[in-house]
Nanobody
């Protein structure tokens, strides 16, 4: 069983930066993939960025060049560094851990609110 706890959300002005954290408790396996998703009011949840245990990253086109996903493997913490924030980045951000073995299991955090406003 894995539990994920996000932190670091808040209110920021356009052009500003925030760093989100996702702390995991429980055993992390070598094939687990961690990703950040977000959901704005009235919109479906969307993938923002993902990272494999080997460090391979993937980003949504809307955040490429502005967001960076990284990990502190020793402490099972994942980060999403967000820069040059835009109004449209406002959403609840969720951390997800996808386990593919021995069975496919998806774990979600409770989410953290990011509001970009002038």
């Amino acid at each position: 069983q894995v539990q994920l706890v996000e932190s670091g959300g808040g209110l920021v002005q356009p052009g500003g930066s925030l760093r989100l954290s996702c702390a995991a408790s429980g055993s992390i396996l070598s094939r687990d993939v961690v990703s950040w998703h977000r959901q704005a009011p009235g919109k479906p949840r969307e993938l923002v960025a993902s990272i494999t245990s080997g460090g391979k990253t993937n980003y949504a086109d809307s955040v490429k060049g502005r967001f960076i996903i990284s990990t502190d493997n020793a402490n099972n913490i994942w980060f999403l560094q967000m820069s040059s924030l835009k109004l449209e980045d406002t959403a609840v951000y969720y951390c997800n851990l996808m386990r593919v073995a021995p069975t496919i299991t998806s774990y979600w955090g409770q989410g953290t609110q990011v509001t970009v406003s002038a």
